[in-house]
């Protein structure tokens, strides 16, 4: 006879017992059945929520969210991608240059790539006219993310029950998050790196039962996930520290020779290094090969010619982003902030009250075992032992505090660093009730979070280039076609493939401007209106509400002005002031500027 052991949630176990040992104790059944009647249809209601927020975050990915959060979901995976299949103008990131090479391309080939090769497939097999548009250059990429986002849905269901915390609770504050909705739905080296922790988690955690632990068995498929992880942000070292040794401190639990014990870390040894090959060979021949052809060409010359290129140089990504980002100088062009800024601000930005829950309980940990340490309030005995079973679960604060204080040692800090942390927090939040009693506050903040990072953030900038590529591209039935100049000012680095410009055309320039100061934009705005000398020439201003008085100061001829709302730009917040006034739109939308001739010497 087999013996089959059934996972459940501590929620159905409860309702289980109630049902089958109610009567025994004495318990009258009209009692137990209601009882069970709405734990279940408690549980109904969960997993109807759980749904409807999955189909939210699929449907938003697809309609699409406006909100750009920041140049690198475009210039790490699909501006380059863009134009190395698609053939299409693009800005090619100093990471990807073959000078200079800083980032992986296996994750980008595989994600933006393999998005934009279905795009360029289905195009050439003539089954949609318009497959590559700026909507399916934008969206592609993003739905595969958005699908590989239930990685962490999946992980959440699986390990719960190992942490003591309620699947479904776990799964409605991950769902339910803005983090999710967000950020893992964008083309983030981050968020492949909170897949990865995610597997990782589920890899090295063992199914929990009464008495003892199974045997962990997946030392090779650790060594392929946490070697895929440094090539792709090598910081995956510092989210993968704790997990490791947890994995490790099981490992000479259940072993019973010295033999036994070397040989799971062997395996992920090899594994790990095997993976490494792989990863290095690709980048090698990417780089060296300045595009895809050789990548996936067969032929015997080109075989001699990528084994001559392996031979003449071999491209280690990681280690050239490793002697970048430890260089305080190169950290110091990006931003330098205070060490603190993750612990203080960013954890609280991305997780609000989830966060600060962590933090009481940790500060209440530590306070614990540095009584036992010190011999104050128990008989000391011994180190305290990562368990599952510790009150608290210290080890998933562990593995949520660990890798934030290890990210802190660096000075550049921004929010999406941390997003992997949300899966070991909303299993920790979700075990013992610990976030229900704020459920109106999590709900409160994740609605404005979605809102502002969703929609707000830049939430102009993508909307202008979809109605840019329109404009483009309706004036090129003409002989010749018309020469557009295009200028982007106070706005984040916009995408060049979202133009939907081929390379080989020229009469589309794109300008960026960054955050010039108003005397050198000026300049620049002057010197294009009065070169402007052909019948078909347009040049557009493209710049934020909030600073578009300097253009009036640059004596220029407006021709024509679009507006497109809604538009935040943090770096030229709008005054409260303003935001009360008939021009509070303006204040808070992205303006094209159709120029003509300088009215007046600059």
Request: proline share 6%; hydrophobic share 45%.
């Amino acid at each position: 006879m087999r013996c089959v052991t059934l996972r459940c949630s501590d929620a159905e176990l409860e309702a289980f017992r109630a049902c089958a040992l109610g009567p025994l104790c004495g318990a009258p059944a009209g009692v137990v059945r209601p009882l069970a009647a709405r734990r279940c249809g408690a549980g109904m209601a969960a997993r109807r929520l759980w749904a409807l927020l999955a189909a939210l975050r699929a449907g938003w990915c697809l309609l699409p969210q406006a909100g750009y959060l920041h140049p690198d979901e475009f210039f790490q995976s699909p501006e380059v991608m863009a134009g190395d299949i698609l053939n299409l103008q693009v800005y090619y990131p100093w990471e990807f240059l073959s000078s200079s090479p800083c980032r992986t391309a296996v994750f980008p080939l595989l994600t933006s790539g393999v998005a934009y090769w279905v795009l360029k497939a289905l195009q050439q097999l003539e089954v949609c006219s318009r497959c590559v548009s700026s909507y399916t250059l934008l969206v592609s990429p993003r739905l595969l993310l958005t699908v590989f986002s239930f990685v962490l849905d999946y992980s959440v269901h699986r390990l719960a029950p190992v942490w003591g915390a309620d699947p479904w609770k776990a799964l409605l504050l991950l769902a339910g998050s803005y983090v999710t909705l967000v950020f893992y739905t964008r083309t983030f080296t981050n968020t492949l790196e909170g897949f990865l922790f995610a597997l990782l988690l589920v890899l090295v955690s063992s199914n929990k039962s009464d008495s003892s632990f199974t045997k962990p068995t997946c030392g090779p498929l650790i060594g392929v996930v946490i070697a895929a992880g440094f090539f792709n942000r090598p910081t995956f070292l510092a989210f993968a520290l704790m997990p490791l040794l947890y994995w490790a401190g099981l490992n000479a639990d259940s072993q019973k020779s010295i033999k036994t014990l070397i040989n799971p870390f062997l395996k992920l040894i090899t594994c790990a290094c095997f993976t490494a090959v792989v990863f290095i060979t690709t980048d090698t021949v990417y780089f060296t090969s300045v595009g895809l052809d050789s990548l996936f060409s067969f032929t015997n010359s080109s075989l001699f010619d990528v084994i001559a290129q392996l031979n003449h140089r071999v491209v280690l990504t990681p280690f050239n982003f490793l002697r970048y980002n430890l260089d305080s100088r190169n950290l110091a062009q990006h931003g330098s902030h205070p060490r603190v800024t993750h612990f203080i601000v960013n954890g609280v930005m991305l997780f609000g009250i989830l966060h600060l829950l962590a933090v009481d309980a940790g500060f209440k940990m530590l306070k614990k075992y540095t009584h036992q340490l010190m011999g104050v309030g128990s008989y000391y005995r011994g180190w305290p032992r990562l368990s599952v079973h510790s009150e608290g679960q210290p080890t998933l604060l562990l593995f949520y505090f660990v890798p934030l204080a290890l990210l802190s040692l660096f000075s550049h800090q921004e929010p999406r660093f941390l997003i992997p942390l949300i899966l070991p927090l909303v299993l920790f939040s979700a075990s013992q009730n610990r976030a229900m009693k704020w459920k109106p506050i999590i709900i409160i903040f994740n609605v404005l979070g979605a809102f502002l990072f969703g929609c707000l953030h830049q939430g102009g900038l993508i909307p202008c280039l979809f109605h840019l590529e329109h404009l483009v591209h309706s004036s090129e039935s003409s002989d010749p076609p018309g020469r557009y100049t295009l200028l982007f000012a106070h706005t984040y680095m916009p995408p060049r493939s979202l133009l939907n410009i081929e390379k080989k055309d020229t009469h589309v320039e794109v300008i960026d401007m960054a955050g010039s100061e108003e005397e050198t934009l000026c300049q620049v705005v002057g010197q294009h209106t009065n070169n402007c000398t052909c019948s078909d020439c347009h040049f557009l201003v493209i710049i934020p509400g909030t600073v578009r008085a300097t253009i009036s100061k640059c004596g220029v001829l407006l021709k024509n002005e679009t507006l497109i709302f809604p538009h935040l730009s943090m770096e030229d917040p709008p005054r409260i002031s303003f935001l009360f006034s008939e021009n509070w739109r303006s204040q808070l939308g992205l303006h094209i500027l159709q120029l003509g001739r300088a009215q007046q010497s600059l």
